[in-house]
């Protein structure tokens, strides 16, 4: 039998197209290789019909930006909101991720050189955190704002699974400090509040986040232990308080539930956001007494505070806004108006 019978052109590969359809040489065998990875894909042309017909029969609109949903999907959220989520740029404390901007005097930098930690605000220079870094992927606002909030108080659970790329991408950056065995916990809620809400906003993100990890890292081990911390108290919520307030409403909040579990590891502590830190600094204050290593703060998002005036120069600079009561006296730091920002009422922070 000859081409011709065969009904293939001369020059196509096996099993290409019959006839004259392919041009023969690299083009032709190119041509056939595109349309036989379109035929191959049929659940892929379904999908897409799915997605039309649905959104044209049901329309729907974006939870966040309130543009049209092109897909169908259990997440009322459009891919463009997601994809929004810009890394956060700029200079920021080596300690607690707080915005510095490029405003630094003298002072800051002569410092930097100095201390291991590199760049510090002037809270963690005053008083330092139990923990040793804290990351977070983007600023809390717009989007991510949103996102968080159909996460934590309206039930939309498959979020945490779309966040989850980022954090894990967040998490990747603490890998060459961290040590190579970390165990994860996610900030706990109280009882009666998880029980409301159902879930665990934070645990859903860790657990998604090391999932990821453990595909793109397999060597570094991460292990959920979400239990050893627990929330033994009821506190108020931290939106109304001012930043001495939430320290103390947070005080005897936390407890270890095996510190033999926890002695001597390196901790991971997960959260969906990082505001004035009152929260990350309980946590690790309770951890590092029970005799925990270090502990390393990584959040999807963190609260920055707007730019302060210095009190002296022409000069400004960004700094932390932890707390208001922090004045170091120490004649290396520089002194600043430290504004924390006030909350929506309806927003509950870390």
């Known amino acids: 039998m ?6 293939i052109a001369a020059g196509a590969p096996p099993g290409g197209p019959p006839g004259g359809f392919s041009t023969g040489g690299a083009s032709g065998v190119t041509h056939w290789r ?3 990875r379109v035929l191959r894909s049929p659940q892929q042309i379904a999908r897409t019909v799915f997605h ?4 044209t029969v049901l329309p729907a609109d974006c939870r966040a930006c309130g543009g049209p949903l092109l897909k169908a999907g259990v997440i009322p959220v459009c891919d463009s909101c997601f994809d ?5 740029a700029g200079q920021h404390c080596q300690r607690c991720g707080e915005a510095l901007g490029s405003s630094l005097d003298l002072e800051d930098l002569r410092f930097s050189g100095m201390l291991p930690e590199g760049l510090l605000c002037t809270p963690c220079r005053a008083v330092p955190p139990d923990f040793t870094r804290a990351v977070a992927h983007t600023v809390y606002r717009d989007e991510a704002r949103t996102l968080i909030h159909l996460l934590k108080y309206e039930g939309v659970r498959g979020i945490a699974q779309r966040l989850a790329p980022v954090l894990a991408n967040t998490i990747s950056t603490l890998r060459p400090q961290a040590a190579t065995e970390l165990t994860v916990i996610a900030v706990p809620l109280f009882a009666s509040r998880q029980r409301q809400r159902g879930y665990n906003q934070s645990v859903l993100l860790a657990d998604a986040a090391i999932r990821q990890l453990k595909r793109s ?7 959920p232990a979400h239990h050893l911390l627990t929330r033994v108290r009821h506190t108020e919520e931290q939106y109304s308080l001012t930043p001495v307030g939430r320290r103390r409403n947070l005080r005897g909040a936390f407890r270890i539930a095996d510190k033999t579990a926890v002695t001597g590891r390196e901790i991971l502590l997960i959260d969906d956001i990082f505001t004035t830190g009152a929260t990350a600094r309980e946590c690790s204050r309770v951890l590092i007494r029970a005799g925990a290593a270090k502990v390393w703060v990584a959040t999807v998002a963190r609260a920055q505070a707007a730019r302060a005036e210095q009190h002296s120069g022409d000069y400004t600079a960004d700094t932390a806004a932890w707390d208001t009561s922090i004045r170091p006296t120490t ?3 520089s002194t600043a108006e430290l504004q924390p920002s006030i909350a929506p009422p309806h927003e509950r922070r870390m």
Not at 52 to 55: E, G, K, S, W
Not at 84 to 88: D, F, K, Y
Not at 217 to 223: E, F, I, S, V, Y
């Open 34 to 36: 595109a349309v036989a």
């Open 84 to 88: 929004s989520l810009a890394p956060q």
């Open 217 to 223: 890292a397999p060597n570094w081990q991460l292990t």
């Open 331 to 333: 004649t290396f730091v």
């Open 2 to 7: 000859n081409d011709k019978a065969l009904g």
């Open 52 to 55: 039309d017909l649905f959104t």
